[in-house]
């Protein structure tokens, strides 16, 4: 097969519920579905293993959060792919420089995958959660999170050293809490997005990527 295809990369424990808000008409999509690390597995390694779900020669991935810098990994797989981030970082750099401290210190591994699959007021805080059905959702996905997954992931976040620079385009909101924006280096900018814009913002969004996608389609 050599079709342009949408490969979808949900973030950290989140699964294909997260894009219900986002339709790209006109174009198919896949949606990645993570697997269970190995241990002491690199985050490149692991990108290989799920470069196995990719059945297109090219391939075009569409990053969220930390699906971002696995979209970044998978696309160093296949020279003739492209990517877009959406709420994620371009390098280790736009990680802000306390959580950059802090994983320094090994901070980050005091909270256990199990903590942090648990709907609390900070978490929605963070991920500024409006109450509702996005509260709903977003405490349905955590909760159906695998623990290892999510504490593997932070710590690959916290600490990557790859580079997403050859990006085709980066979506950002301006209210991000846990990735603010102001550390990164986002081509577009949504005014009062915050980290869980996917869903709050999916219809303004949708109609982002389908402009950005029609142009680089053929």
Known sequence: MSDFHIYLVPGIGADHRVFESIHLDGFETTIIVWEQPKRGETIREYAKRLSQQIKHDRPFFIGLSFGGIIAAELSQLFPSSKFILISSIASR???????????????????????????NPLIRWIFSIAPGHQRELFDAILRD???????????????????????????????????????????????????????????????LLVHMLQKVEH
């Open 93 to 119: 750099m736009e990680v802000p420089w306390w959580a950059r401290h802090a994983a320094a210190l090994g901070m980050n591994r005091w909270f256990s995958g199990a903590f942090m699959k648990k709907p």
């Open 145 to 207: 999170s695998d623990p290892v997954f999510l504490y593997w992931a932070l710590n690959e976040l916290l600490n990557w050293k790859g580079n997403g620079s050859k990006r085709l385009h980066h979506i950002h909101g301006k209210k991000d809490r846990l990735l603010p924006c102001r550390f990164t280096s986002a081509d577009t900018i949504i005014e009062d997005g915050a980290h869980f814009m996917i869903v709050s913002h999916g219809n303004e969004i949708s109609t």
